[in-house]
């Protein structure tokens, strides 16, 4: 109580304010606040499942992408791979795949479902903070973040993409759907596992902070403990681009299913569900693999069909307004 009444005095002076508080204790409000004991701690993980993270980046990730086509750059302190593909004249108007991985050992758990976007460009960020890498887990400020992204467009002339993100990916993409400079390049969205949906409801930070799922070590306690800000991240279907199209599995343990669906279906946006599956295995499933690809390719193939169609509207529209 003593604590209370300290914190209570010391906001007050602060703002300049008197909330009134009855001096009756029974009255008090309670202390909200967390308290950071067992149930907010993180797992330890042996040295040698360290060194294997090392080795799947430099052993095979760098190899195995430089042997696919794909090339090494940096913007900031943003690392990619970039992979031409397509002839020029099938890339509008969508100029590139822009893949934004989750929390993962690597990128080549990503490379099986990345190729079958071939066809076209394709960008493969590195979210380096989230790979297991103790020395590498501090997370960049939004607009550092932004920046470096609109560098690389830049860079390799990138006016219309489609970002793709898995789980975590999901939160820098509200990062760029935020920016002004990069809304606009951003065509539409392919969301799997997407956390950031409705992440002002409380099973996601639950399941992270007081689940302890079984990848929460000490690196990504330091990211989600120290440097997430949820309202930094949160999404809505209202404000994904048009002809977004979000993949959730059915029993997600992170993600608020019922609640993300009924504000997809309430906003018309294109979204599947996928039966028996909980989060983070939906890209390891070859038919779940296939079915993903195969609904985020059907989006492409209808975009330019419907923008046809509002191109003959209006100009039926328009016919109609010189007659009358």
């Known amino acids: 109580r003593e604590l209370m009444a300290a914190m209570l005095q010391r906001v007050e002076a602060k703002v300049g304010l008197q909330w009134g508080v009855p001096d009756d204790q029974s009255s008090r409000p309670r202390f909200a606040a967390h308290t950071w004991e067992e149930d907010c701690s993180y797992r330890f993980f042996p040295l040698i499942f360290y060194l294997g993270i090392f080795a799947v980046h430099w052993l095979i990730d760098f190899p195995v992408l430089l042997l696919l086509g794909f090339r090494r750059g940096r913007a900031g302190n943003i690392g990619y791979w970039i992979k031409p593909g397509g002839k020029k004249e099938e890339q509008e108007p969508l100029d590139a795949y822009v893949f934004i991985h989750g929390i993962s050992v690597g990128r080549i758990c990503y490379l099986p479902f990345v190729l079958a976007f071939s066809h076209r460009p394709v960008v493969i960020i590195d979210i380096h903070w989230v790979t297991f890498n103790p020395f590498q887990c501090e997370v960049p400020r939004a607009e550092d973040f932004c920046v470096n992204m609109t560098e690389i467009f830049d860079a390799h002339g990138l006016r219309s993409v489609c970002i793709m993100a898995h789980s975590y990916g999901s939160f820098v993409t509200a990062w760029m759907l935020a920016c002004p400079e990069l809304r606009g390049r951003v065509a539409r969205v392919a969301f799997i596992a997407a956390p950031a949906l409705w ?35 949160m999404l809505t279907a209202e404000e994904l681009p048009s002809g977004s199209v979000v993949i959730v599995s059915e029993h997600d343990e992170m993600i608020p299913v019922p609640e993300v669906v009924s504000d997809l279906k309430e906003h018309g946006v294109s979204h599947m569900v996928l039966e028996g599956h909980r989060h983070g295995f939906e890209l390891f499933w070859p038919f779940s693999c296939w079915r993903i690809v195969k609904l985020i390719l059907a989006q492409e193939k209808e975009e330019p069909e419907q923008k046809e169609q509002r191109s003959l509207c209006a100009a039926m529209w328009s016919s109609a307004r010189t007659c009358f």
């Open 199 to 233: 992440l002002i409801l409380p099973k996601t930070n639950r399941a992270v902070v007081y689940d302890k799922p079984i990848w929460f070590e000490h690196s990504l306690a330091h990211v989600f403990y120290r440097q997430f800000f949820w309202y930094e991240y």
